[in-house]
């Protein structure tokens, strides 16, 4: 499961930065005055639809970005209304855009070089999650305000919204530039996080060590910097902008479903001394109930009835849990850990479950491919490579030991 979790997490991270660095070359082009979204990318027919627009500015921006953080880190009124599809379009959208919550958690790769991360890491992350989410909102409502849903471009669509509608060519200008300093800034600050990720899961022995190995002289992690500097920039120059975010909206949900059931495992359920298999039961059940409840409410007519059985038996199995675990929880929670609980990881479970089933089909197909892929090799390379360290490892501590005695 760690493994799986970790390579969502960095499947997550590639894909989303190739996104932003195509949103780039679309604000750069609107801040130079170009409508058309594809001007500044290469069309070639040959190509499949959908990954046919070359996108080399993309690519350009992801190199100098990789070349930088291999150096050092160390400084560095509408007709429809608003909600024109009622609460189920909402709903449908969050789902689509729950990628641009990734990288809040890239500040914890950081934990070695701040002063008391235990209670600065939890205000950071959640203090900018709260900050940024008003803003997204506020920012929705505007366009949304500014211009019929209809009418919102793809690409660029805030300075096409100023430029279309209110004819401020000045501020269409400047929003464009702004958006692509602030892309540049997210993009380089995610692409430090995936590396680190990366190194971390390396040093596992999951991957190849030698992408662990930081350079002597820059500190960093070049290997793991250039090699995903390289997926990045080929997901960037290929696929378009749709097909990304499909990808990256169900692995970023199934990857914080993850993280949720740990939450609720490592509290509940300490190794030696409580017995986990209440907590698998607790955990399969939720996520049965979340799942026949999100299906329930895909399906119309007569299956409406399915919505109120397992949204009660949700709320009932998560009550049943906390009254008769509380009493064998893995100990008292400390000064930053999730209050509440089990309710607020629960509710995430139930969550993640229900938006992960307004996705298209597509999106599940083109995830369990690569869930095929990364359990093949985990089965052929790292089940044997973590091994084989551990047993390295166990024979360097007896040799230790060994000499230790015979000096003594």
């Not at 992350?125 to 009418?151: D, K, N, Q, W």
């Not at 409406?304 to 199995?317: E, I, N, T, Y």
Request: aromatic share 12%; net charge neutral; hydrophobic share 50%.
């Amino acid at each position: 499961v760690g493994f799986f979790g970790g390579a969502n997490i960095l499947m997550e991270y590639v894909l989303s930065n190739a996104a932003v660095a195509r949103s780039f070359t679309d604000y750069l082009a609107s801040t130079c005055g170009v409508t058309e979204p594809n001007a500044w990318r290469v069309e070639v027919e040959a190509i499949a639809k959908g990954y046919n627009a070359l996108d080399f500015p993309a690519v350009a921006l992801i190199l100098l970005l990789t070349a930088c953080l291999c150096y050092s880190a160390r400084n560095m009124v509408t007709p429809g209304g608003l909600a024109p599809y009622g609460v189920r379009g909402v709903l449908d959208g969050a789902a689509v855009v729950y990628f641009s919550y990734i990288g809040y958690d890239s500040a914890s790769t950081m934990a070695e070089e701040i002063r008391d991360p235990a209670r600065a890491l939890p205000v950071g992350i959640a203090g900018s999650v709260l900050i940024v989410s008003a803003l997204y909102c506020l920012m929705s409502v505007a366009l949304c305000v500014m211009l019929p849903y209809t009418e919102i471009t793809e690409s660029a669509p805030f300075s096409s919204a100023f430029r279309d509608k209110a004819g401020w060519r000045w501020a269409s200008n400047v929003v464009g530039a702004g958006a692509s300093i602030g892309i540049v800034a997210s993009l380089l600050v995610a692409m430090l996080g995936q590396a680190r990720y990366l190194c971390v899961i390396a040093r596992a022995r999951l991957v190849p060590a030698w992408l662990a190995k930081v350079h002597p002289s820059t500190g960093t992690p070049m290997n793991a910097t250039i090699f995903l500097g390289l997926c990045t920039a080929s997901i960037a120059l290929f696929t378009e902008l749709q097909i990304v975010f499909e990808m990256i909206s169900i692995g970023t949900l199934l990857a914080f479903y993850l993280v949720a059931n740990a939450l609720i495992y490592h509290r509940y359920a300490k190794v030696g001394a409580t017995r986990p298999l209440h907590v698998l039961l607790f955990l399969l059940l939720l996520t049965l109930s979340s799942v026949g409840f999100s299906l329930s409410r895909r399906i119309d007519g007569k299956w409406r009835w399915g919505m109120a059985l397992f949204g009660a038996m949700s709320v009932a199995v998560v009550a049943i849990f906390h009254c008769t675990a509380q009493q064998g929880a893995a100990g008292p929670p400390s000064e930053w850990t999730v209050p509440l609980m089990p309710w607020p990881a629960a509710a995430s479970v139930f969550l993640n479950v229900f938006l992960m089933t307004t996705l298209k089909m597509r999106s599940f197909q083109r995830f369990g491919i690569w869930s095929l892929v990364i359990t093949i090799f985990y089965v052929c390379y790292g089940v044997h490579s973590t091994y084989t360290a551990e047993e390295n490892e166990i024979v360097n501590a007896m040799i230790h030991d060994a000499n230790a005695d015979i000096l003594s």
